[in-house]
Every structure is written in structure tokens, then in C-alpha cells.
């Protein structure tokens, strides 16, 4: 089922999202949803508050990037209650976007390598160091979880530039292919 991506604006994005249990109903098919969800959304990240959900689910799917990187061959992942451990080494800056900010692309400066724990759907515990682009990808999605967006990286000047489509979300004015959720 495709669920509307709730936009810039709704108090869910700002706020820390909790662990779930095991005895958390219907986690398969909300799994399922946000995949679809992303995917209709052309997303390899989507994070439990965009969808409306206070809680620690995010899906991530790399496979768009096979051709570039063999490595995300068939990636597609949930993890379940993650924290990041560990931020290491330097920070790189890449464009990053959001289906929650759509028309919205800003370099962010994030570390390029991070230490994680997290479950699988079948709450097995996992912990991994990860570098590179899924680091980024990550670190944007987890940042969801702690109530954060990636505009809240940028310097305030770029801050001032994306000012007029921000206002623009929270008027409900959002040109973008897919359903969304606004505040208005
Ligand atoms: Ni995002």
C-alpha cells in the first residue's frame, strides 16, 4: 500500500521517534508499505516519521546504483531500532535531497565512516562499520529519528535561500509526483 510522505511542516519530523518491540504489530507489512512507498517516490531512504510514524523503522534500497557501485547489487535493507555508535574520519560534502523537502538538493557535510547498531525485522541484533555513500544515506535516514532534517546542517545563508519553498510547504504548495501530507 503506498502511504503519503508527510511534508516539511508536520510536527512527526521533529520528533525523536521510539524503539519498537518484538510484539510490535504488523511490522512486515508496514516494511512493505514504506518500500513501496519510497520506490513509487523514486527514494533510497525513508524513515518511519515520514510516513507519520513516531518510531525507529527505516528502508533503504541502493540498488539504483549498482551500474556506479557493484557493492549495492540487490542492497535493500530495514533496520530497526538503530542508533549510530560512532562517527569517524573526515567530513565529505554530497547534494542530498528529501521526499520530505521535495525540490530541495543542498550539499551536506557528513563523515564518511560510522559505527551502527541496529536489528533486522527479525530483531537480530547487527553491528557494522560502514563507509562511504551508505554511510551518508545512513546518516540522513537515522537523523529522521532523532526529529532532524538535512536542512538543519546547512550554513545560514543557504538556510536563507531555501527560506521561500519552505514557506511555500508549509502553505501546502509542493509540486511533486507523489502523495504527500502537508500541514495545510
Ligand atoms: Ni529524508
Known amino acids: 500500500m503506498i502511504l503519503p510522505i508527510y511534508i516539511y511542516g508536520q510536527p512527526v519530523l521533529r520528533k525523536v521517534a521510539e524503539d519498537i518491540t518484538p510484539e510490535y504489530q504488523g511490522l512486515k507489512e508496514l516494511i512493505e508499505n514504506m518500500f513501496e512507498t519510497m520506490y513509487k517516490a523514486d527514494g533510497v531512504g525513508l524513515a518511519a516519521p515520514q510516513i507519520g510514524l513516531p518510531i525507529r523503522v527505516v528502508v533503504i534500497d541502493l540498488d539504483v546504483y549498482a551500474d556506479e557501485h557493484p557493492e549495492f547489487k540487490d542492497f535493500r ?29 543542498e550539499p551536506v557535510k557528513r563523515k564518511n565512516r560510522i559505527r551502527v547498531k541496529y536489528m533486522d525485522e527479525n530483531f537480530t541484533e547487527h553491528e557494522e562499520e560502514i563507509e562511504g555513500y551508505l554511510a551518508r544515506v545512513i546518516q540522513h535516514e537515522f537523523d529522521h529519528l532523532e526529529g532532524k532534517m538535512f536542512i538543519d546542517h546547512l550554513s545560514p545563508l543557504r538556510k536563507q535561500m531555501i527560506k521561500g519553498k519552505l514557506t511555500n510547504m508549509l502553505k501546502g504548495k509542493v509540486g511533486c509526483s507523489y502523495k504527500v501530507k502537508t500541514i495545510k
Open 77 to 105: 535493507k530495514a533496520y530497526i531500532n538503530p542508533h549510530i555508535l560512532e562517527k569517524k574520519s573526515e567530513e565529505i560534502s554530497i547534494e542530498e535531497g528529501c521526499l520530505s523537502l521535495p525540490g530541495i538538493h
